[in-house]
């Protein structure tokens, strides 16, 4: 791996710094990355002139919208026509690859900025106003102090070092923070950007024990709410589900514009249920709750990246990221499938060997 | 299963293998279990995880998806995916405690209707010794 550059202590002043100079530097037609937007929010953002632009917050720690999904949207039609430099989060990056693998966006002139991801605050801290030292206390994540208040999924999220991002900007010795480099790429950017500034590396202490953090946050997360016994529990969970798919419209992963739940195929009507109510004597509207969540599962459990994304938009508190989260690990460990590691590596279910899987099927 | 209730079992047979040799089974007079309704697919490969969790939350005991033997499907490779479709529904099912033995993957070709007879039958003995599905009684779902 190339050499890294040092960007000094002051988080996220020193981030933003850093992205300045690369902007400046790289050759980039834009930047696409999160801006405070009117009112006080924070969405995503593609800069194309510094001029009249709005404040950018890289990595500002929350996720309005999951980047992969945005940049899906954007690249659909074909690559973006400039080099653009994408600062995304850790899981976002690796939504937008598995995206990409369903042939639904396109990777070329995109440059990935990421993190090793100290993760985000849910989105309704956004709406209950956002406290500027919060990011301050924020960015101190890797001393191995606990921060309050992240996203359940974040707390007990493992994949928090990028795979495929061309920079990284990762924890340093001394509390100091480096710009390394994920790519050649990324190595020939850093060295344009920064011909002076002092080589900083990767500290694998901070790495280490981030990893124990969140492997115990982990099994701490996924020990209550998310350990569903059955259908008897999983009838509880989605109890409060009031069926607005918001979770499946905030997921990185769900991509179908002609969504098999909205078709008129899954609205029931009174045809179909007059058995169901002769057996029960009764059922509950909407139908197929179960069954939505279920489903959405058997369609991308496989690529679930755990990103939080449609816990954060539930209306009614439902843990979807942990249930999602624990179902996609149990499917990607029998798979030996991480989504997002690299692009070239086939979808679980879209490739096969003869000679496995022996015990399923006699 | 309580008292003399039968469990009941949904199939999805490929038309080339497991449907043919369904259609032996019959035409031999074998005699098979009852309680057992067929949905005829191209290729066992058409059977999407959705169909297999709308049938077992619908109130089905078991669902059976049986296709051609591997390397022999009339799409070349249709059986290998579902395959890895039955393991992912499998896994999905395990991972939310819900009983992943009541999903059930079999390699049944044309001419093997005693081994059509054979798995009916095993299966549905042991759905017996199961309980009946919960979500047959379930109505918040």
Same mark, same amino acid.
Request: glycine share 10%; charged share 25%; with cysteine.
């Given at each position: 791996?190339?050499?890294? /550059?040092?960007?000094?202590?002051?988080?996220?002043?020193?981030?933003?710094?850093?992205?300045?100079?690369?902007?400046?530097? &790289?050759?980039?037609?834009? $930047?696409?990355?999160?801006?405070? $937007?009117?009112?006080?929010?924070?969405?995503?953002?593609?800069?194309?002139?510094?001029?009249?632009?709005?404040?950018?917050?890289? #990595?500002?720690?929350?996720?309005?919208?999951?980047?992969?999904?945005?940049?899906?949207?954007?690249?659909?039609?074909?690559?973006?026509?400039?080099?653009?430099?994408?600062?995304?989060?850790?899981?976002?990056? !690796?939504?937008?690859?598995?995206?990409?693998? !369903? #042939?639904?966006?396109?990777?070329?002139?995109?440059?990935?900025?990421?993190?090793?991801?100290?993760?985000?605050?849910?989105?309704?801290?956004?709406?209950?106003?956002?406290?500027?030292?919060?990011?301050?206390?924020?960015?101190?994540?890797?001393?191995?102090?606990?921060?309050?208040?992240?996203? %359940?999924?974040?707390?007990?999220?493992?994949?928090?070092?990028?795979?495929? +991002?061309?920079?990284?900007?990762?924890?340093?010795?001394?509390?100091?923070?480096?710009?390394? /480099?994920?790519?050649?790429? &990324?190595?020939? #950017?850093?060295?344009?950007?920064?011909?002076?500034?002092?080589?900083?590396?990767?500290?694998?202490? +901070?790495?280490? /024990?981030?990893?124990?953090? !969140?492997?115990?946050?982990?099994?701490?997360?996924?020990?209550?709410?998310?350990?569903?016994?059955?259908?008897?529990?999983?009838?509880?969970?989605?109890?409060?589900?009031?069926?607005?798919?918001?979770?499946?419209?905030?997921?990185?992963?769900?991509?179908? $514009?002609?969504? $098999?739940?909205?078709?008129?195929?899954?609205?029931?009507?009174?045809?179909?249920?007059?058995?169901?109510?002769?057996?029960?004597?009764?059922?509950?509207?909407?139908?197929?709750?179960?069954?939505?969540?279920?489903?959405?599962?058997?369609?991308? /459990?496989?690529?679930?990246?755990?990103? &939080?994304?449609?816990?954060?938009?539930?209306?009614?508190?439902?843990?979807?990221?942990?249930?999602?989260?624990?179902?996609?690990?149990?499917?990607?460990?029998?798979?030996?499938?991480?989504?997002?590691?690299?692009?070239?590596?086939?979808?679980?279910?879209?490739?096969?060997?003869?000679?496995?899987?022996?015990?399923?099927?006699? | 299963?309580?008292?003399?209730?039968? %469990?009941?079992?949904?199939?999805?047979?490929?038309?080339?293998?497991?449907?043919?040799?369904?259609?032996?089974?019959?035409?031999?007079?074998?005699?098979?279990?009852?309680?057992?309704?067929?949905?005829?697919?191209?290729?066992?490969?058409?059977?999407?995880?959705?169909?297999?969790?709308?049938?077992?939350?619908?109130?089905?005991?078991?669902?059976?998806?049986?296709?051609?033997?591997?390397?022999?499907?009339?799409?070349?490779?249709?059986?290998?995916?579902?395959?890895?479709?039955?393991?992912?529904?499998?896994?999905?099912?395990?991972?939310?405690?819900?009983?992943?033995?009541?999903?059930?993957?079999?390699?049944?070709?044309?001419?093997?209707?005693?081994?059509?007879?054979?798995?009916?039958?095993?299966?549905?003995?042991?759905?017996?010794?199961?309980?009946?599905?919960?979500?047959?009684?379930?109505?918040? #779902?």
């Amino acid at each position: 791996m190339a050499r890294g /550059a040092d960007i000094g202590t002051e988080m996220p002043k020193a981030l933003r710094e850093a992205v300045q100079r690369l902007m400046e530097t &790289g050759g980039f037609e834009g $930047t696409f990355t999160l801006a405070r $937007t009117p009112g006080g929010g924070v969405d995503y953002f593609l800069s194309t002139k510094e001029e009249g632009a709005p404040e950018l917050l890289p #990595l500002h720690p929350v996720m309005p919208n999951h980047a992969g999904r945005l940049l899906r949207e954007m690249t659909l039609g074909g690559a973006m026509r400039g080099k653009v430099l994408v600062i995304t989060r850790p899981c976002e990056l !690796r939504g937008f690859v598995e995206i990409v693998k !369903r #042939l639904q966006g396109c990777l070329d002139n995109l440059v990935f900025l990421s993190v090793v991801c100290g993760g985000v605050f849910p989105l309704s801290m956004v709406s209950a106003g956002w406290d500027g030292k919060r990011t301050e206390e924020y960015w101190a994540y890797p001393d191995g102090r606990p921060v309050q208040g992240l996203r %359940p999924a974040c707390q007990g999220c493992t994949e928090f070092i990028p795979y495929t +991002a061309d920079l990284v900007v990762a924890p340093s010795a001394n509390g100091h923070w480096a710009l390394t /480099a994920g790519s050649e790429e &990324g190595g020939r #950017l850093i060295e344009r950007a920064f011909p002076s500034a002092p080589a900083a590396e990767m500290d694998p202490k +901070a790495l280490e /024990a981030m990893a124990v953090a !969140r492997k115990a946050g982990r099994e701490e997360v996924l020990s209550h709410e998310a350990d569903v016994k059955g259908l008897s529990d999983l009838v509880k969970v989605f109890g409060r589900c009031i069926g607005c798919h918001a979770c499946s419209k905030a997921c990185p992963i769900c991509y179908c $514009t002609l969504c $098999t739940f909205e078709s008129s195929r899954m609205e029931d009507r009174m045809e179909q249920s007059k058995g169901q109510l002769e057996v029960k004597g009764g059922i509950r509207a909407p139908a197929g709750t179960v069954l939505f969540h279920i489903g959405r599962m058997g369609h991308m /459990a496989v690529s679930c990246v755990a990103c &939080g994304c449609c816990q954060d938009v539930c209306p009614v508190g439902i843990p979807v990221s942990l249930l999602f989260k624990k179902v996609g690990e149990a499917v990607q460990a029998r798979f030996e499938y991480v989504p997002g590691r690299d692009v070239k590596e086939a979808l679980p279910i879209n490739t096969f060997q003869p000679m496995e899987f022996k015990e399923v099927g006699e | 299963m309580s008292g003399n209730e039968e %469990p009941r079992v949904l199939g999805f047979l490929c038309n080339w293998c497991a449907y043919a040799g369904a259609d032996l089974a019959g035409v031999s007079r074998l005699q098979l279990p009852a309680n057992f309704c067929v949905i005829r697919t191209m290729c066992s490969a058409r059977t999407e995880p959705l169909f297999l969790f709308k049938a077992l939350l619908g109130g089905m005991d078991g669902v059976l998806v049986a296709g051609c033997h591997p390397g022999d499907c009339h799409y070349q490779r249709g059986n290998y995916f579902t395959r890895r479709r039955l393991v992912m529904v499998q896994e999905i099912l395990k991972a939310l405690n819900m009983e992943h033995e009541r999903v059930r993957l079999h390699w049944i070709s044309a001419s093997e209707c005693s081994l059509y007879q054979k798995v009916l039958t095993e299966f549905i003995e042991d759905l017996k010794g199961m309980e009946r599905n919960v979500a047959r009684d379930e109505v918040f #779902l």
